[in-house]
Each structure stands twice: as structure tokens, then as C-alpha cells.
């Protein structure tokens, strides 16, 4: 089965810190995309970055990088230099191939980020 | 810069009520996706599109819940008659493609629905 899986609920970290959120994932399929996004107080979830499962280097974007194993099946994503407007909920999610290309998600990590 | 339109933000309606939630996606995006939220864990899809076709709405309770995307453009969401387990956040979503990069999903900021 298809399977998103975020083992913290909860992180702590100061301004200018470097933080790692950990994701594994679950799947049968060879092809398959993997994201992270952000979900502040108000709502909307906020694209941050893309791992497509043939990728051979890891994704970056500004100061998100994500850690792709995939032999391990991991995905975290390490946010650098960490800033106050980072505190939110943080997604992992996969596209699974199945009816549709839909996305999957594990039940999220807040990440707190103190001055 | 483009984004995923929806309305309204915030609806509060009583159970056996009608509600409808619309949602404008990136323009050129022929994918689009109704998630739904509940308080405390990530989005489960309800439905999707190809332009104005469905292609999976397999988790969408079809007793009570209904999608359209007549012209493969904007969509409706709604539901009818709403029950107390449906209060939560129906979040819209579009996407360019199917696979690569391009597969990427951008929301809208949502409808938080608050059934009494």
C-alpha cells in the first residue's frame, strides 16, 4: 500500500538553525514524485519542492533541500538558516499512479522556530 | 504570479443545508483536485479532473457530494445535505501536468466549512 509516513509531530529550533523533517515513504512503483509543502495558521498549503523518483541529484530550492535515499525510501526535507516565518506544518507527500495522479500525505510536522 | 482561486474563504451552515465551494485553477492547468482537510491531518482527495472529465473520484461519498467541471476550466464542489462529520477544509488544487516537474500541485487557499 501506498504510504506517507512523518514520525515527528512536533520540532524545535532557533532563528538561523539548520532543521532536517523526516519522511519516509511506502510505494511498489518505480515512478513516483515526491513534495514537501508548507501549511501556515491560515491555510493554504505552499509548494516548496519537488524529488522525482529518477532524479539522481537532490532537489534545492533557496533554502530547502531535500534529502533523497532511496534505497532507505526517505525524503527529508533540511531547511537551512532557519526564520521565524518558518513556523508552520510541514507536509510530505508522494503522487501515486493509481486511478489518477493524486497525492498522498503523511500526517504532517510543526515545526516551531524561537528567536 | 498566477494562482488557484477559490470562494468563499470561511461558511458556516447547518446540517441537512446545502453548501457549494467553487475554485478557479491556474489558467493552462488541465488537471485539477478537490482535497478535503480535517483538523490535525493531511488532505485526502475527494476528486480529480482532466480538463472536464473525471478521472478518479473514488473517495468522493456520491450520496451527498457532487463535482463538476462543465467547460475544463473552474469547478463546484458541493454537498448536499451537509452533515456534522463534513466540517473541515475543502482545499482546490491544479496542476500543468501529470509527470516530471510538471506534475506539481498548487493550492488554493481553501474553504474552511463549519457544519452546526
Known amino acids: 500500500a501506498q504510504k506517507i509516513t512523518q514520525t515527528q509531530p512536533g520540532m524545535f529550533v532557533q532563528e538561523k538553525e539548520a532543521v532536517t523533517l523526516d519522511c519516509t515513504y511506502d510505494?511498489?512503483?518505480?515512478?513516483?514524485?515526491l513534495f514537501w509543502y508548507k501549511q501556515p495558521s491560515s491555510g493554504e498549503m505552499i509548494f516548496l519542492i519537488y524529488?522525482?523518483?529518477?532524479?539522481?541529484q537532490n532537489a534545492t530550492e533557496g533554502r530547502y533541500s531535500l534529502n533523497f535515499q532511496k534505497a532507505r525510501k526517505s525524503a527529508n526535507l533540511v531547511i537551512s538558516a532557519s526564520q521565524l516565518g518558518d513556523s508552520a506544518m510541514y507536509f510530505c507527500?508522494?503522487?501515486?499512479?493509481?486511478?489518477?495522479?493524486?497525492?498522498?500525505f503523511g500526517k504532517g510536522t510543526t515545526l516551531s522556530v524561537s528567536s | 504570479e498566477a494562482e488557484v482561486a477559490q470562494s468563499p474563504r470561511y461558511k458556516i451552515t447547518e446540517k441537512s443545508q446545502a453548501v457549494a465551494f467553487w475554485c478557479d485553477p491556474i489558467?493552462?492547468?488541465?488537471?485539477l483536485y478537490w482535497y478535503r482537510q480535517i483538523l490535525g491531518q493531511g488532505p485526502e482527495l475527494l476528486v480529480q479532473?482532466?480538463?472536464?472529465?473525471?478521472?478518479?473520484d473514488s473517495q468522493l461519498p456520491k450520496d451527498r457530494f457532487s463535482a463538476e467541471r462543465l467547460k475544463g476550466v473552474d469547478s463546484t464542489l458541493k454537498i448536499q445535505p451537509a452533515e456534522l462529520g463534513d466540517s473541515a477544509m475543502y482545499l482546490c488544487?491544479?496542476?500543468?501536468?501529470?509527470?516530471?516537474?510538471?506534475?506539481?500541485?498548487?493550492f488554493g487557499p481553501g474553504t474552511r466549512l463549519l457544519v452546526l
Open positions: 488544487a491544479s496542476s500543468f501536468g501529470v509527470s516530471g516537474p510538471q506534475e506539481t500541485q498548487y
Open positions: 510505494t511498489s512503483d518505480q515512478s513516483y514524485g
Open positions: 524529488q522525482g523518483s529518477y532524479d539522481e
Open positions: 507527500a508522494m503522487r501515486v499512479n493509481q486511478a489518477g495522479t493524486a497525492l498522498i
Open positions: 489558467s493552462g492547468h488541465a488537471t
Open positions: 479532473f482532466q480538463d472536464e472529465s473525471v478521472v478518479d
